[in-house]
Structures are given as C-alpha cells and as structure tokens.
C-alpha cells in the first residue's frame, strides 16, 4: 500500500495485522521507540484538529522521527493559490511521509497521487477519516474481544461525519455485523453509502430515537454535529441539541455496552458519564496515537524499496495515474461532471472529472 487514503485501502488481513502491531507497541513500546530514526512527518492541518494533529505528531516522536507541521492553511502557500498537486511534490522533497487534513473532499486522493512518499488521510472535508477508524477498531477489539457479531448504533451526524463513514467502509467486511443509524431525517447516511450497504448485504435500520436502540446495542458511537459543514446557520441551529446522552438515557444501554465518541463532543454525551465504566471515548483518544504508531512503520516499511528507487538528489516528477486499475476502461473522464461544491474538482485548476458508475471518483458524489 503506498497511501492510506480511506479505510478501504486496508485490506480485512492489514486491518488485522496493524491492530497486532499496535497491542505490541502497548505492550513493548521501547522495542519501537527508534524504529523511525531519521524520517520526517510532514502534519499538513488546513482545518482544525487536537487530537488527530498531536497524536500523529506524537506517534512519529514515540518511534523516534521528527515533525515539520503546517498548522493552517493561512500560513502554507495554499493561500496563496497552490495546487494540491504541487503541494504534494513540494512536501515530498523534505519529508518521508506525510498525513494531511483538507476541508476539500478528495484532496488527500490527489495529494497521495503526486507525492512521491506515502500520504495519509488525516481527514477530507466530510468524505472519510480513516486513521479516526482505525483508533475506533482499536478500541472495539480491546473492549468487546472481537470486530464480529455487533449490533452498533451510530448516532448524530451521519450525513457530515466523516469518522462514520469510514467506520462503516470497515465493518461492513466483518461478519455479523448490524447497524442502527440514529439521525434526524435532515442528517442520514449519503445515499452512496446506503447504496454500499445494500450492496454488500449488510443489515442496517434508520430510527430517530436513541432511546429506542439503546437497549439492544453492542457499541454505540455518538458524534457532534458539525457546524462547519452546513450551508445553512439556520438548519445548523434547528438541529443541534437532537440528541444529548444523560446518565437517565445510559440506565436503558446494556451493562456491557461499549460506549465511544471521536470527540470533540459539544453536549451530545453529558459529563456526569464520563466516570461510567462503559464510557471509552478517552481511551479512544489514546488508542489513536497507538495505531497511528502502527500506521506510520506499516506504511513507511510498504514503501522502502520504491522511495529508494528514486535517485538520490532528486526530485521525483511524473505524470499521476488517477485511474485506479480495477477501474481503467470503465472510468468516464469529463463526460460527467462532479457538481459537490466541496469537491476538489471545484478547486484544483486542472484536474479532470473523472465518474465511475456514476460517481466521481474523488468525493464519490453523484457526478451529472
Ligand atoms: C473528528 C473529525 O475531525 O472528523 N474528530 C477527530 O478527528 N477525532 C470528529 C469531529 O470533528 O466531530
């Protein structure tokens, strides 16, 4: 694998194996603390991040590395109108890997098409999050022993929360897996992941009351509603206070129910819940900087002998290859167009709308 770019770049097997890896470095963390002498982290944050930020950050100096960070696109030349795809060839000449947050959906595809180290999602716009999904993995297995046979209940904001949607593209491939979608009708899952559900034979129903599903959940996932992703303040408003878990609500939840948040929460789980020994949204946080450890060797080890194979003293340029193989043939390039505003075909100067079945290839939005 050269880019973690969504979940499902990570095949069930490497899933596996990066959960091992991390309980190892729980388990032995000096055996690991200079396993990345030398390398660099590039942590390119355009949009605002604590924990996803500091524990990259973190997991690079735990295992020896250094940290370059661009805290802000104010202060990269991003505002000054540089491409992604020049970012990318820029950045890759002084680091050897990089993990990129971007409001833009499918900018980190882009930016892991032109750079010549391994490029990790850090968070696209509300596209995916994946490395957030993995810490979430972490968190399950620990707790409940297994990634198989659960009932989860995701509740909030399904249509703008990127951690949910990259937690489904995960889960969906274990067995026995069963999902309540807890939203109001305004937030529900985009259709494509609806589609992807279906299509891949996984159960699901969609409620509006949380206190309905919790007593039969397995694992519920609370998520905030996210302001920034709304065009309209006043639908923002409307919606914002729909669910909030009080300790009245957990008394209905299952004495093993395994409860978990990405954070930051605004009111949707109370603080009086946080000393109940369900609550692992804090452990969650921690378990991210664990599997982010996990993610950096992975992928800097998959990429050895190609980042070696560029020349020493030079700058790598090429010509990216968007269409992914399985893909070459059927890919519809700018016959339809991608018309989500928040897509980087809306953005990045000359980049080509690129539509597979009917979806664009970057954001996975219906294309025209
Ligand atoms: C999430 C994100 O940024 O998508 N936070 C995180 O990375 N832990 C969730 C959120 O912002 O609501």
Known sequence: MKNLIDIIDLSVEEIDETIKLALDIIKNPT??????????????????????????????????????????????????????????????????????????????????????????????????????????????????????????????DLLYGRTVHSLINAMNRYKGIKYVLISPKELSLPDYLKDKLDSDG????????????????????MTRIQRERFSDPAQYERLKNSYCLTKDKMNLAGE????????????????????????????????????????????LRDNESFVNSIPAGTARHFVPDYIPEKYKGIAEVNVHKCTNPKCITQTEQELDHISINGRCLFCEQKTI
């Open 202 to 221: 996984v159960c699901y129903e969609e409620v509006e009351s949380l206190e309905d599903a919790m007593p039969s959940l397995d694992v519920l996932y």
């Open 31 to 156: 055996t690991y603390s200079h396993a990345c002498d030398g390398k660099v982290l590039a942590s390119l944050f355009f949009e605002a991040s604590t924990r996803t930020r500091l524990s990259f950050e973190s997991a690079m100096i735990k295992l020896g590395g250094g940290v370059i960070s661009v805290p802000g696109a104010q202060i990269s030349s991003i505002s000054k109108g540089e491409s992604i795809a020049d970012t990318a060839k820029i950045v890759s000449c002084y680091s050897d890997i990089i993990a990129m947050r971007n409001p833009v959906e499918g900018s980190a595809y882009v930016l892991g098409q032109n750079a010549s180290v391994p490029v990790i999602n850090a968070g696209d716009g509300g596209h995916c999050h994946p490395t957030q999904t993995t810490a979430d993995l972490l968190t399950i297995y620990r707790v409940m022993g297994r990634l198989e046979n659960l009932k989860i209940g995701l509740c909030g």
């Open 256 to 299: 093993d129910m395994c409860l978990l948040h990405p954070l930051p929460r605004v009111n949707e789980i109370s603080e009086k819940i946080d000393e109940d020994k369900r609550a692992y949204y804090f452990d969650q946080a921690l378990n991210g900087r664990y599997m982010r450890m996990a993610l950096i060797l992975k992928l």
